[in-house]
């Protein structure tokens, strides 16, 4: 085992006189606050006092500043969706309402080219019902005329032997119920006695069918006034295809 050298001094006689007497503290004895020379600085081996805490107030104030900042970032990015949305889509309804009314003025366009076409169509169409109802107004007006008048009779039978020659008629067919009425009446239309009156129940009131050696001759109301249809329908279409 070594043992290192230590180094000694031998203490001068008389020297613990000179030495200042060092008093070690108690135990429970208040420790002294190391006394600061006037003009020196204090040891650098003291230690700072720590930073003291903000008060709560403080904290509280900060937290409600960043709060506020944040909300008003939030309402700020809201209200630019909103404006961004609804540019969206106002511009969006404006297509709409466009392509809706550019269909819409389409639509009138065609009705009014339908129109002006129909218009023509309509009165041409107006003009055959008025014919028409015309002539069905003259037939049930002849017919209760024929009823009441023997005079009406006899016209149609005149009316028919002008269109033939007396000499060759042998017979004249009539309703039933006209017979006697026209036979005691043929020498007032000139007509010759030989000739003969038929009644005929499949003749309606007002059918006069004329017999001769070369045919028949109809004479009856509806044939005339189906005549005069032919005759009428006719005369409109050739203006139909003149307009």
Known sequence: MSFKAMASRIRPAGAELLLPVV??????????????????????????APPQSAPPQSVEKQKAEIQRMVDQQVQARLQSERQESFRQG????????AAETEAVVERMARSIE????????????????????????????????IVIDEEALLGLVKAAFENVSLRE???????????????????????PEAIRIQGDPGLEIGGVIVETGRGSLDASIDTQMDEIARGLSDALTLREGAA
Do not use: C, N
């Open 23 to 48: 008093e070690w503290p108690r135990v429970g004895d208040p420790v002294a606050k190391p006394e600061v020379l006037p003009g020196r600085p204090q040891e650098a081996h003291s230690q700072a």
């Open 114 to 145: 339908e129109t002006a076409g129909m218009k023509g169509r309509l009165r041409r169409q107006a003009e055959r019902d008025v014919v028409a109802l015309a002539l069905a107004m003259a037939r049930r007006v002849l017919r209760r005329q």
């Open 90 to 97: 106002e511009a969006a309804g404006r297509q709409k309402a």
């Open 169 to 191: 008629v042998t017979e004249v067919r009539v309703h039933p119920q006209f017979v006697a009425r026209l036979q005691g009446h043929l020498s007032r239309i000139g007509a």
